[in-house]
Protein backbone atom coordinates (compact mmCIF):
# COMPACT_ATOMS: atom_id res chain seq x y z
CA UNK A 1 0.00 0.00 0.00
CA UNK A 2 0.98 3.66 -0.65
CA UNK A 3 1.26 6.13 2.37
CA UNK A 4 0.27 9.33 1.52
CA UNK A 5 3.30 11.58 3.43
CA UNK A 6 0.81 14.07 4.47
CA UNK A 7 -0.38 11.28 6.64
CA UNK A 8 3.19 10.64 7.73
CA UNK A 9 3.93 13.71 8.76
CA UNK A 10 0.80 14.06 10.82
CA UNK A 11 1.16 11.16 12.85
CA UNK A 12 5.21 12.25 13.46
CA UNK A 13 4.24 15.37 14.89
CA UNK A 14 1.82 14.10 16.96
CA UNK A 15 4.14 11.90 18.62
CA UNK A 16 6.67 14.28 18.75
CA UNK A 17 4.60 16.95 19.85
CA UNK A 18 3.20 15.13 22.12
CA UNK A 19 -0.31 16.15 21.22
CA UNK A 20 -2.84 16.66 18.41
CA UNK A 21 -4.18 20.56 19.48
CA UNK A 22 0.18 21.60 19.72
CA UNK A 23 0.96 19.15 16.38
CA UNK A 24 -1.90 21.18 14.73
CA UNK A 25 -0.49 24.61 15.53
CA UNK A 26 3.18 23.33 14.47
CA UNK A 27 1.79 22.11 10.84
CA UNK A 28 -0.17 24.87 10.31
CA UNK A 29 -3.66 23.22 10.87
CA UNK A 30 -6.97 22.40 13.02
CA UNK A 31 -6.85 20.05 15.68
CA UNK A 32 -10.05 18.25 13.86
CA UNK A 33 -7.82 18.14 10.51
CA UNK A 34 -5.09 16.40 12.65
CA UNK A 35 -7.62 13.99 14.02
CA UNK A 36 -9.29 13.38 10.62
CA UNK A 37 -5.31 12.93 8.93
CA UNK A 38 -4.82 10.27 12.05
CA UNK A 39 -7.83 8.35 11.39
CA UNK A 40 -7.41 8.07 7.57
CA UNK A 41 -3.84 6.38 8.32
CA UNK A 42 -5.15 4.28 11.24
CA UNK A 43 -8.25 2.79 8.67
CA UNK A 44 -5.34 2.36 5.70
CA UNK A 45 -2.94 0.48 7.99
CA UNK A 46 -5.73 -1.74 9.63
CA UNK A 47 -4.31 -1.37 13.64
CA UNK A 48 -4.41 1.13 16.02
CA UNK A 49 -1.47 3.33 16.09
CA UNK A 50 -2.02 5.45 19.02
CA UNK A 51 -3.52 4.65 22.54
CA UNK A 52 -5.43 8.33 23.55
CA UNK A 53 -6.85 9.22 26.98
CA UNK A 54 -8.13 12.11 28.39
CA UNK A 55 -4.67 12.84 30.16
CA UNK A 56 -2.34 10.97 27.97
CA UNK A 57 -1.08 9.53 24.52
CA UNK A 58 0.97 6.78 23.87
CA UNK A 59 1.68 4.41 20.84
CA UNK A 60 0.74 1.18 20.59
CA UNK A 61 3.69 -1.63 19.88
CA UNK A 62 2.58 -1.34 16.13
CA UNK A 63 2.68 2.32 16.20
CA UNK A 64 6.41 2.18 17.41
CA UNK A 65 7.03 0.32 14.36
CA UNK A 66 4.95 2.34 12.47
CA UNK A 67 6.95 5.40 13.60
CA UNK A 68 9.82 4.38 12.76
CA UNK A 69 9.68 3.48 9.36
CA UNK A 70 8.05 7.13 8.61
CA UNK A 71 10.24 9.14 10.15
CA UNK A 72 12.80 7.13 7.94
CA UNK A 73 10.34 7.95 4.66
CA UNK A 74 10.31 11.43 5.56
CA UNK A 75 14.02 11.68 5.88
CA UNK A 76 14.68 10.33 2.68
CA UNK A 77 12.03 12.03 1.20
CA UNK A 78 13.23 15.38 2.89
CA UNK A 79 16.71 14.40 0.94
CA UNK A 80 15.27 13.76 -2.26
CA UNK A 81 13.48 17.23 -2.56
CA UNK A 82 16.65 19.19 -1.25
CA UNK A 83 18.70 17.47 -4.01
CA UNK A 84 16.34 18.20 -6.81
CA UNK A 85 14.77 21.88 -5.26
CA UNK A 86 15.85 24.57 -7.88
CA UNK A 87 18.87 26.80 -6.43
CA UNK A 88 18.71 30.35 -6.08
CA UNK A 89 22.46 30.86 -6.32
CA UNK A 90 23.21 31.15 -10.05
CA UNK A 91 26.22 33.32 -12.12
CA UNK A 92 29.79 32.43 -13.37
CA UNK A 93 32.24 31.32 -10.39
CA UNK A 94 35.94 31.69 -12.13
CA UNK A 95 38.48 29.38 -9.85
CA UNK A 96 41.94 28.63 -9.78
CA UNK A 97 43.11 25.12 -8.40
CA UNK A 98 46.51 23.56 -8.22
CA UNK A 99 46.46 20.20 -10.18
CA UNK A 100 47.56 18.12 -7.04
CA UNK A 101 45.71 20.09 -4.72
CA UNK A 102 42.47 17.90 -3.30
CA UNK A 103 44.16 14.81 -5.20
CA UNK A 104 41.22 12.19 -6.24
CA UNK A 105 38.95 15.11 -4.15
CA UNK A 106 38.81 17.27 -6.56
CA UNK A 107 37.17 15.75 -9.06
CA UNK A 108 34.50 14.79 -6.15
CA UNK A 109 34.22 18.25 -5.36
CA UNK A 110 33.64 19.25 -8.59
CA UNK A 111 30.67 16.90 -8.68
CA UNK A 112 29.28 18.24 -5.55
CA UNK A 113 28.74 21.78 -6.22
CA UNK A 114 27.37 21.00 -9.76
CA UNK A 115 24.80 19.24 -8.09
CA UNK A 116 24.05 21.46 -5.00
CA UNK A 117 24.37 24.63 -7.55
CA UNK A 118 23.19 23.64 -11.34
CA UNK A 119 22.64 27.29 -11.99
CA UNK A 120 26.11 28.10 -11.84
CA UNK A 121 28.50 27.75 -14.35
CA UNK A 122 32.12 27.04 -13.07
CA UNK A 123 35.45 28.24 -14.82
CA UNK A 124 38.16 26.29 -13.34
CA UNK A 125 41.83 27.60 -14.11
CA UNK A 126 44.45 25.14 -13.48
CA UNK A 127 48.06 26.27 -13.11
CA UNK A 128 50.95 27.02 -10.52
CA UNK A 129 50.49 28.88 -7.15
CA UNK A 130 52.02 31.72 -8.32
CA UNK A 131 50.34 32.19 -11.55
CA UNK A 132 46.82 31.66 -9.05
CA UNK A 133 48.08 34.53 -7.35
CA UNK A 134 48.87 37.09 -9.44
CA UNK A 135 45.42 36.13 -11.45
CA UNK A 136 43.17 36.65 -8.30
CA UNK A 137 45.25 39.83 -7.64
CA UNK A 138 44.43 40.91 -11.28
CA UNK A 139 40.44 40.05 -10.98
CA UNK A 140 41.07 37.17 -13.40
CA UNK A 141 39.60 34.91 -10.54
CA UNK A 142 37.19 35.09 -8.19
CA UNK A 143 39.29 33.15 -5.77
CA UNK A 144 42.32 30.32 -5.76
CA UNK A 145 44.09 28.41 -4.01
CA UNK A 146 47.69 29.60 -3.01
CA UNK A 147 50.78 28.01 -1.08
CA UNK A 148 51.49 31.01 1.24
CA UNK A 149 54.88 31.66 3.13
CA UNK A 150 56.28 33.56 5.48
CA UNK A 151 57.58 36.08 2.84
CA UNK A 152 54.02 36.68 1.42
CA UNK A 153 51.55 39.01 2.54
CA UNK A 154 48.45 36.81 1.37
CA UNK A 155 45.20 37.44 2.88
CA UNK A 156 42.61 34.34 2.98
CA UNK A 157 41.39 31.42 5.00
CA UNK A 158 44.28 28.95 5.87
CA UNK A 159 43.04 25.28 4.75
CA UNK A 160 46.69 23.48 6.22
CA UNK A 161 50.15 23.86 6.82
CA UNK A 162 52.27 21.78 4.51
CA UNK A 163 56.19 21.64 5.48
CA UNK A 164 58.72 21.34 2.33
CA UNK A 165 62.19 19.02 2.48
CA UNK A 166 64.70 18.03 0.02
CA UNK A 167 63.84 15.05 -1.49
CA UNK A 168 66.11 12.40 -3.52
CA UNK A 169 65.80 8.74 -4.81
CA UNK A 170 66.60 6.03 -2.40
CA UNK A 171 69.36 5.32 -3.75
CA UNK A 172 70.56 8.22 -4.95
CA UNK A 173 74.43 9.36 -3.93
CA UNK A 174 75.57 12.49 -4.94
CA UNK A 175 78.64 12.27 -7.22
CA UNK A 176 81.88 14.17 -4.69
CA UNK A 177 83.02 17.67 -5.83
CA UNK A 178 80.54 17.90 -8.34
CA UNK A 179 77.37 20.39 -7.93
CA UNK A 180 74.05 19.25 -6.71
CA UNK A 181 71.79 17.91 -9.82
CA UNK A 182 68.57 19.46 -9.27
CA UNK A 183 64.85 18.94 -10.88
CA UNK A 184 62.60 22.17 -11.18
CA UNK A 185 59.76 23.09 -12.21
CA UNK A 186 59.29 26.33 -14.43
CA UNK A 187 59.95 29.74 -12.92
CA UNK A 188 56.18 30.50 -10.85
CA UNK A 189 56.23 27.33 -9.33
CA UNK A 190 56.56 27.42 -5.57
CA UNK A 191 58.11 24.83 -4.86
CA UNK A 192 61.04 26.34 -7.43
CA UNK A 193 60.57 29.17 -5.66
CA UNK A 194 61.07 27.93 -2.10
CA UNK A 195 64.48 25.49 -3.17
CA UNK A 196 66.11 28.04 -4.78
CA UNK A 197 65.75 30.94 -2.03
CA UNK A 198 66.86 28.78 0.40
CA UNK A 199 69.75 27.52 -1.65
CA UNK A 200 70.75 31.41 -2.28
CA UNK A 201 71.63 31.82 0.86
CA UNK A 202 74.47 28.72 1.17
CA UNK A 203 77.62 28.06 -0.57
CA UNK A 204 75.87 24.78 -1.91
CA UNK A 205 76.39 24.27 -5.31
CA UNK A 206 73.87 22.82 -7.78
CA UNK A 207 73.34 22.55 -11.50
CA UNK A 208 69.75 22.14 -13.17
CA UNK A 209 69.50 18.97 -14.76
CA UNK A 210 66.10 18.16 -15.73
CA UNK A 211 63.14 20.90 -15.63
CA UNK A 212 59.51 20.19 -16.12
CA UNK A 213 55.67 22.34 -15.83
CA UNK A 214 54.61 19.30 -14.86
CA UNK A 215 54.79 17.52 -10.79
CA UNK A 216 54.44 14.27 -12.39
CA UNK A 217 58.04 14.77 -14.72
CA UNK A 218 59.17 16.07 -11.48
CA UNK A 219 58.92 13.27 -9.25
CA UNK A 220 59.85 10.68 -11.75
CA UNK A 221 63.43 12.62 -12.46
CA UNK A 222 64.03 11.96 -8.67
CA UNK A 223 62.23 8.57 -8.36
CA UNK A 224 65.14 7.80 -11.59
CA UNK A 225 67.75 8.75 -9.14
CA UNK A 226 68.78 12.03 -11.64
CA UNK A 227 68.07 14.28 -9.07
CA UNK A 228 67.03 16.16 -6.15
CA UNK A 229 64.23 18.65 -5.50
CA UNK A 230 61.96 20.36 -3.21
CA UNK A 231 58.26 18.40 -2.59
CA UNK A 232 56.24 19.11 0.14
CA UNK A 233 56.48 16.56 2.93
CA UNK A 234 52.71 15.05 1.53
CA UNK A 235 54.32 14.70 -1.50
CA UNK A 236 56.88 12.18 -0.96
CA UNK A 237 56.19 8.71 -2.44
CA UNK A 238 57.46 5.79 -2.30
CA UNK A 239 60.75 5.00 -3.74
CA UNK A 240 62.39 8.27 -2.37
CA UNK A 241 63.69 9.65 0.55
CA UNK A 242 64.23 13.28 2.45
CA UNK A 243 67.94 14.37 2.56
CA UNK A 244 67.46 17.25 3.95
CA UNK A 245 70.49 18.15 6.28
CA UNK A 246 72.47 16.22 3.52
CA UNK A 247 75.40 17.51 0.90
CA UNK A 248 74.90 20.98 2.46
CA UNK A 249 71.19 21.82 1.79
CA UNK A 250 69.73 24.21 4.03
CA UNK A 251 66.16 23.37 6.02
CA UNK A 252 63.05 24.69 4.06
CA UNK A 253 60.55 26.86 5.66
CA UNK A 254 56.65 25.23 6.00
CA UNK A 255 53.49 27.03 4.16
CA UNK A 256 50.25 27.16 4.33
CA UNK A 257 47.52 26.45 2.21
CA UNK A 258 45.36 29.61 2.07
CA UNK A 259 41.87 30.30 -0.21
CA UNK A 260 42.50 34.03 -1.60
CA UNK A 261 39.95 35.91 -3.23
CA UNK A 262 39.89 38.74 -5.77
CA UNK A 263 38.55 42.38 -4.99
CA UNK A 264 35.12 42.07 -6.25
CA UNK A 265 35.16 37.74 -5.96
CA UNK A 266 32.20 37.22 -2.83
CA UNK A 267 29.39 36.69 -4.97
CA UNK A 268 26.65 34.45 -3.47
CA UNK A 269 28.30 31.55 -6.27
CA UNK A 270 31.58 32.07 -5.42
CA UNK A 271 30.95 32.12 -1.81
CA UNK A 272 29.42 28.97 -1.86
CA UNK A 273 32.13 26.97 -4.13
CA UNK A 274 34.84 28.65 -1.51
CA UNK A 275 33.00 27.12 1.57
CA UNK A 276 33.03 23.72 -0.27
CA UNK A 277 37.16 23.90 -0.67
CA UNK A 278 37.22 24.99 3.15
CA UNK A 279 35.29 22.11 3.89
CA UNK A 280 37.66 19.62 1.86
CA UNK A 281 41.04 21.52 1.91
CA UNK A 282 41.77 20.63 5.55
CA UNK A 283 42.76 17.02 5.18
CA UNK A 284 46.14 15.36 3.67
CA UNK A 285 46.76 15.59 0.35
CA UNK A 286 48.91 16.22 -2.19
CA UNK A 287 50.60 19.21 -1.85
CA UNK A 288 52.31 21.84 -4.30
CA UNK A 289 52.95 21.88 -7.55
Not at 174 to 202: F, I, K, W, Y
Not at 226 to 253: F, Q, S, W
Not at 262 to 280: C, E, H, L, R, Y
Request: with cysteine; net charge negative.
Amino acid sequence: MDFDPTLLRAFVAVKEAGGFSRAARQLHLTQSAISHQIRRLEEQVGRPLLHRTTRSLTLTEDGEDFLRHAQQILQMLDALAGRFRPSPVSGVVRVGVPEPFLGDRLPILLRRFARAFPGVRLDVHVSTYLDLRKMVHAGELDLGVVMSTAKDDDVGTVLRTADFVWVASDTFEAAEDEPLPLALSLPGCVNRHVGLDALGETPVEWHTVFTSPSPHGIRAAVQAGLAITALTREEVEPGMKIVDGHYGLPRLPSGNFTLVWSANGKTPAAQAFGQMIVDMGGGPAAAAS
